[in-house]
């Protein structure tokens, strides 16, 4: 899954996402969010 992070608030997935993945997906940006500061960040899962 390819995610684009232009900010803190503003995730933008790259591609469909199925429901079942929506925790694991909140999960890692809530833990990324607290060890980095994004600035037009883009990042791979």
Known sequence: M???APSTDSFV???PLSHAD???IINF???SIR???F???DFYV
């Open 35 to 37: 060890t980095m500061k």
């Open 39 to 41: 600035t037009n960040v």
């Open 13 to 15: 997935p790259a591609a």
């Open 22 to 24: 929506l925790p694991a």
């Open 2 to 4: 390819y995610v684009r």
């Open 29 to 31: 940006i809530n833990r």
